[in-house]
């Protein structure tokens, strides 16, 4: 039981890791265009 927490575990930081480098590009993009939305909707 405590093996197949640690797999489920690693296998999440895993995909973390590979889901972080395309992110970085997208996040100044979407942030300018998603400020000047959350500002007026809220």
């Known amino acids: 039981m405590v093996e197949a927490s ?3 575990a690693g296998g999440e930081m895993e995909a ?3 889901f972080l480098p ?3 590009p997208l996040p ?3 942030i300018r265009a998603v400020l000047p939305f959350p500002l007026p909707l809220r």
């Open 28 to 30: 100044p993009l979407l």
């Open 16 to 18: 973390g890791v590979e």
């Open 22 to 24: 395309p992110l970085p």
């Open 6 to 8: 640690c797999s489920i």
